[in-house]
Every structure is written in C-alpha cells, then in structure tokens.
C-alpha cells in the first residue's frame, strides 16, 4: 500500500500538517486524461482538494471545465481561468443569489447548476430576469443513488420544459451521480453501473424524443470513471483521483491512481509501555468510518488505533521503547476530501523533500468574495 518515499526535512513542518506531491498530482492529472482519452471529455470535481493551485494545474493540461459542491469551489474555479464550472448541488436560499453574483462577475465562462425541483428552476430564473446572465441547467438524475435527484422521467421533462419557459436559463443536460457503485469486484461493479447507465439512456432518449438536445451528460465519479471513460461518450467527473487515498487504493486497484496527499503526525506523550499518543485528533483526519479505517501511518503499520478524540489518537504498539516523543510520521487517510478540508494549508514535497512551499486549501473557506 505504501507508495511513499521517505520525506527529508519533515522538521521544518509544523503537525499536523496535511502534504502534497505536486509531481504526482501532475502524474495523476495525465493518467486522467489518458483514461478519458482527451481533456475536453473531462469534468473534474474540486471537492477533493479545494485547491486554486491544483485548478490551475488542470488547466494548464487542457482541462477547462469543472464541477463544484459550493458556492466556494465555484468562484475558485472561475477566479483560477475555468470557462465552464457546474455547480453539483442545488442552490438554495442566499446561494441562489451568489450563484447569479458569480456568473455576472465572470460573464465569458459557463455556469450551470443542478435541479431536480421546479420551485428552484421558477426561482432561479427570477432572480436572473433583470440580468443579463444566462444559467446553464442541469436536470439531476437519480440513478440509484437515492440522494438528490429524480428517478421520474415525467418529471425530468417537466423540469426541461419549465427550462425552456425561462428567457433565462439554458437547458444544458443531464447530470448523474452513480456514487452507489462502490464494489470491489470489478465485474460485479460494471455489471451495476451498467444498470444504472440504462436508466440515464433511457431518460435521455426521452429527452431528446420532446425536442430537446442534450448537449451533455456528467457521469460518474472515481470508482466507475474507467467505465465511463471506456464505454460512454459522455463527461466524466471525477474528483479523488486528484489525491488519492487510501480506501480507494485498496478497494479499486484496478485503477491507476497514485497517493499525492497525506498528512504528518507526530508522537506527543507515550501513556504505559505499550501506547504512543499522536497528534491525529478528529480535527486532523477525517474521521467518519471505523477507527481502524482512518489513517495508514508508514512505519507504523504495527499499530492498533484504540483511542480517537479531538485531538488526540491513541495507538497500541508491543514495545514503545522503539519510539521517542517527537517522532514523525506519515500517514495516508482512508478518506482524503474531509480531510483536506481540515487544513488551511498544504505543505509541498517536491524530490522527497519538504521544501517549505504551501499551497493554500482556498474554498475550505464557505465565503471568497460573494
């Protein structure tokens, strides 16, 4: 599992500390875009790392739409140079006017946001009429997700035509979000995500039976986007394959990815002869799954977590003796994007060193400017 060379000059990196390989971020962007086959089929997530720095490098590679879940990770988008930037959640109460202020301030790119209610297309429009914006709508499908969206194709079209009412709004495809499929066979994942992708054909066909032309369809996330990526002609979105993690690397190994973020912890107190305590709390990892499916910490591989708290966690090992407090180590999360999240910093290793380089986690922030 541990794809991690050893870190020089760890001591100049205050813990805990979230870390980034740019090189391999890079690496991670070109297998992207090898899968997919061009850029242009590419709609990355930014909710993985929130990031202007990594934005730029997409961009930079040919990638020039991106979807966002906040209202955050939008207007970073459009301020790092993005032309099309979906917003993959339904805007609600004041972020419906901040979506609106967005598309004024940056009126040569693209923004569309997703619906599955007609009371938000009404009110979205609305808030358009005395503007010269014009929204892109994305009709939210739920293709087994069982989250947002709907599974009615009579309401799918209902949303399509009250689209089409608005002077405002453009109807611009459909969005599906197949975050179910998680198995770690690869068959057994393909033969689900096939199921769920002929319920999106299905709509789309129905779609484009109105009079309607969909102009694109968003599919999938990271388990499934060597499928999408393969078998569809539509846009594919995903967001982890940035960083990398690692439950994703022991559930999916058939896909390429590569560990580009991890974190750095540090024994502060060693409790009895057979507990070390490490500066990892909650409010250093995401913290949501079991306690041993938190953190992998190289050179550590021999210890139980028993004890987690805010900032705090506690591991057993046979023979604390081997280890002095102020002992540095390097752990890969089970679950990176929350635990981006808790960083407003990430501190770069370039040639296994850490250079004292930072790239800021700029929409960790709800507000930038709007």
Request: include cysteine; glycine fraction near 8%.
């Amino acid at each position: 599992m541990n794809e991690l060379s050893p870190v020089a000059h760890l001591d100049r990196v205050p813990s805990p500390a979230l870390l980034v390989w740019p090189d391999r971020v890079q690496a991670n962007i070109n297998r992207m875009i090898d899968l997919a086959g061009d850029p242009a089929r590419l709609r990355p997530h930014v909710k993985t790392h929130k990031m202007d720095a990594v934005v730029r490098l997409q961009i930079a590679s040919g990638i020039l739409m991106f979807k966002a879940a906040t209202i955050a990770e939008l207007e970073l988008c459009l301020a790092a140079g993005a032309r099309d930037v979906l917003m993959a959640y339904p805007p609600v109460g004041p972020n419906q006017e901040r979506l609106v202020q967005l598309a004024i301030n940056y009126p040569d790119a693209r923004v569309s946001f997703i619906t599955d209610n007609a009371d938000l297309v009404a009110a979205l429009a609305a808030r358009c009429e005395d503007t010269e914006v014009e929204l892109g709508v994305f009709i939210d499908f739920d293709c087994g997700m069982k989250r947002t969206g709907t599974a009615s194709i009579a309401l799918a079209l209902q949303l399509a035509y009250a689209v089409a009412d608005s002077s405002r709004l453009r109807f611009a495809g459909v969005h599906a979000y197949d975050g179910h499929v998680r198995a770690a066979s690869v068959e057994e994942r393909e033969t689900v995500w096939s199921a769920a992708m002929t319920s999106v054909t299905q709509l789309v066909e129905a779609i484009e039976e109105a009079g309607f032309k969909v102009d694109a369809v968003v599919g999938g996330g990271s388990p499934t986007f060597g499928f999408h990526a393969a078998k569809r002609g539509w846009q594919c979105s995903p967001g982890t394959t940035l960083f990398w993690d690692g439950g994703y690397s022991s559930r999916f190994p058939d896909l390429p990815f590569k560990s580009a973020a991890a974190v750095l912890t540090r024994i502060v107190s060693k409790p009895g002869t057979d507990r070390l305590c490490l500066d990892l709390g909650h409010k250093a990892i995401a913290s949501e799954g079991p306690l041993e499916n938190r953190v992998q910490l190289i050179g550590l591989e021999c210890a139980r977590p028993v004890g987690h708290s805010e900032e705090h966690l506690v591991v057993e090992v046979e023979d604390t003796n081997r280890f002095a407090v102020g002992d540095a180590f390097v752990g890969i999360p089970h679950h990176i994007c929350p635990t981006v999240a808790l960083y407003q910093e990430a501190f770069l290793i370039r040639e296994s060193e850490a250079t004292g380089e930072t790239w800021e986690v700029t929409a960790r922030n709800r507000r930038l400017t709007v």
